[in-house]
């Protein structure tokens, strides 16, 4: 696929998320979903010059994780399970973590060569500055609303920090599977060149 058409095709997939979540949710939601579709747009060309693996990552992360975040905001707005707003708020920071720092890959793909620890160490600083940040506006919500002051949200913040921490995890994990398997395919030689294949 040439460049123009990805961009066509990245334009159409943002565009149907945009117009489903705007008649499915609230306005909260479609502002989530606007950041969405800006970070995908903002990390557009970066993943364009990675390579196919990483290409692909980007790709089902920004197809996939907008389902997700679909399946588990209708849940709770419908009540399917009852009571089950709690873990499943887990679930949605967990997957909203690794798929942010997965669309972001190919921004810092490259940190990966300074080994694992240092990768390790980035990712998470990462995704807990990205999840703080993100709690501290939810709270700025919260203060706008009158509700700053339910000690239940308190609880719900400092869990959505902790869960932000295994979603990160996983990121690094699959980013690093991804990456370091780019760089071991170029650095072996394939079967298929070479004499007599």
Same mark, same amino acid.
Request: proline share 4%.
């Given at each position: 696929?040439?460049?123009?058409?990805?961009?066509?095709?990245?334009?159409?997939?943002?565009?149907?998320?945009?117009?489903?979540?705007?008649?499915?949710?609230?306005?909260?939601?479609? !502002?989530?979903?606007?950041? +969405?579709?800006?970070?995908? @747009?903002?990390? /557009?060309?970066? &993943?364009?010059?990675?390579? =196919?693996?990483?290409?692909?990552?980007?790709?089902?992360?920004?197809?996939?994780?907008?389902?997700?975040?679909?399946?588990?905001?209708?849940?709770?707005?419908?009540?399917? !399970?009852?009571?089950?707003? +709690?873990?499943?708020?887990? @679930?949605?920071? /967990?997957?909203? &973590?690794?798929?942010?720092? =997965?669309?972001?890959l190919p921004i810092y793909q490259r940190l990966f060569r300074l080994g694992w620890p240092a990768a390790l160490l980035f990712v998470l600083g990462l995704g807990s500055s990205i999840g703080n940040l993100n709690e501290f506006w939810e709270f700025g919500l919260r203060l706008?609303?009158?509700?700053?002051?339910?000690?239940?949200?308190?609880?719900?913040?400092?869990?959505?920090?902790?869960?932000?921490?295994?979603?990160?995890?996983?990121?690094?994990?699959?980013?690093?599977?991804?990456?370091?398997?780019?760089?071991?395919?170029?650095?072996?030689?394939?079967?298929?060149?070479?004499?007599?294949?």
């Amino acid at each position: 696929m040439n460049p123009p058409s990805r961009f066509l095709a990245l334009c159409a997939v943002l565009l149907a998320m945009l117009l489903t979540y705007r008649l499915a949710f609230h306005a909260f939601d479609l !502002i989530l979903v606007t950041a +969405w579709a800006v970070l995908a @747009l903002a990390t /557009f060309r970066r &993943m364009g010059a990675s390579p =196919l693996a990483v290409q692909r990552l980007w790709w089902s992360t920004l197809v996939l994780f907008p389902i997700w975040e679909f399946v588990i905001k209708w849940m709770v707005q419908h009540n399917v !399970i009852a009571y089950s707003w +709690w873990w499943l708020n887990r @679930l949605e920071h /967990f997957g909203w &973590m690794a798929s942010l720092l =997965l669309v972001l890959l190919p921004i810092y793909q490259r940190l990966f060569r300074l080994g694992w620890p240092a990768a390790l160490l980035f990712v998470l600083g990462l995704g807990s500055s990205i999840g703080n940040l993100n709690e501290f506006w939810e709270f700025g919500l919260r203060l706008q609303a009158g509700t700053a002051g339910r000690g239940v949200l308190y609880l719900d913040t400092i869990l959505d920090m902790l869960t932000n921490v295994p979603g990160a995890l996983l990121a690094f994990l699959i980013g690093w599977r991804v990456v370091t398997g780019v760089a071991q395919q170029r650095a072996e030689p394939s079967e298929a060149v070479g004499l007599g294949g």
